[in-house]
């Protein structure tokens, strides 16, 4: 696998050019960060687990007719993918309160709602990833009100595909990030979807398994990745990714 040109390194992730101009390689780093990046840790094997979850994950979207960014695992730790113009918004659902919506408002911690919510940020370091309204996001020039339509029932298709998916699997899922991206006149979902960027608890017992459990200090973070992992995939996966037994 020859990697081209490093076009970008974030926080948990290096994007390389290709031989090809509308495809990008990502590599998922063992880099692991909390509060805009002031906690920060390596943890062996992370970048393996993100990167093969966040392959079945994309794989099941697409399953869905949910246009995504993701082209193939290459190997565990590496993704191809289709180069988009990344929109600078962060794009959360919640089916369970819990996190940041419980600290600044009044819901009940894991309490249930009946319908999703969806909130959209401005994915900004700078700013600290301050909550937007359409006509915030549509003032900034960053996006425009077909866009932001088409970004919120994209996310509730995501979120019922995902969360019916993962119910199987006994997993529940709170709530879960997604970026979006432009490819030709299309709006792709984009960057990792993993227990980096999602909350996934056990549903029998509602232990976490996502990175809550490194923003809070506790718990063994890739035990829980891995039981993830383990859960997710299928040996049809495990056999046409070459992965070992041992590790899942
Ligand atoms: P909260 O707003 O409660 O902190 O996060 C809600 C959900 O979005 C969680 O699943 C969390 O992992 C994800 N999320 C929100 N902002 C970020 C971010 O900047 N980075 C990552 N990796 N995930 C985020």
Same mark, same amino acid.
């Given at each position: ?15 390389? @050019? ?8 990502i ?16 943890? !062996? ?6 990167s093969?979850?966040s392959a079945?994950?994309?794989?099941? %979207? ?8 993701y082209?193939?695992l290459v190997? !565990?730790?590496y993704i191809l993918a289709?180069?988009? @113009?990344?929109? !600078? ?50 003032? %900034?020039?960053?996006?425009?009100? @077909? +866009? ?17 998916? %993962? ?11 997604? +970026? ?14 993993? !227990? ?21 200090? +506790? ?11 383990? %859960?997710?995939?299928? +040996? ?13």
């Amino acid at each position: 696998m020859k990697l081209g040109k490093l076009l970008y390194t974030g926080k948990a992730k290096d994007i390389y @050019e290709t031989d090809h101009p509308d495809e990008v390689m990502i590599r998922f780093r063992d880099d692991i960060t909390a509060g805009d990046g002031e906690k920060h840790d390596k943890i !062996p094997m992370k970048g393996y687990y993100n990167s093969i979850i966040s392959a079945k994950f994309f794989e099941v %979207l697409e399953a869905a007719n949910i246009g995504t960014h993701y082209i193939k695992l290459v190997k !565990p730790g590496y993704i191809l993918a289709r180069k988009l @113009e990344m929109i !600078p918004i962060e794009v959360i659902a919640r089916n369970i309160a819990t996190g940041s919506l419980t600290r600044r408002y009044p819901f009940k911690e894991g309490q249930e709602f009946k319908e999703p919510i969806i909130q959209i940020d401005y994915k900004s370091d700078e700013y600290g990833d301050p909550m937007l309204n359409d006509d915030i996001a549509t003032a %900034l020039g960053i996006t425009t009100m @077909e +866009e932001l339509d088409n970004i919120r029932k994209i996310t509730l298709k995501v979120n019922s595909t995902l969360k019916g998916f %993962l119910k199987d699997k006994g997993l529940l899922l709170p709530d879960f990030k997604l +970026e979006f991206g432009r490819y030709n006149s299309r709006l792709l979902v984009g960057d990792e979807i993993s !227990p980096d960027t999602c909350r996934l608890w056990d549903i029998k017992t509602r232990r976490t398994l996502d990175k809550d459990l490194f923003r809070r200090g +506790e718990g063994n973070i890739i035990e829980a990745y891995r039981r993830v992992a383990s %859960l997710i995939l299928d +040996e049809e996966d495990k056999k046409r990714w070459k992965l070992k037994d041992d590790l899942l």
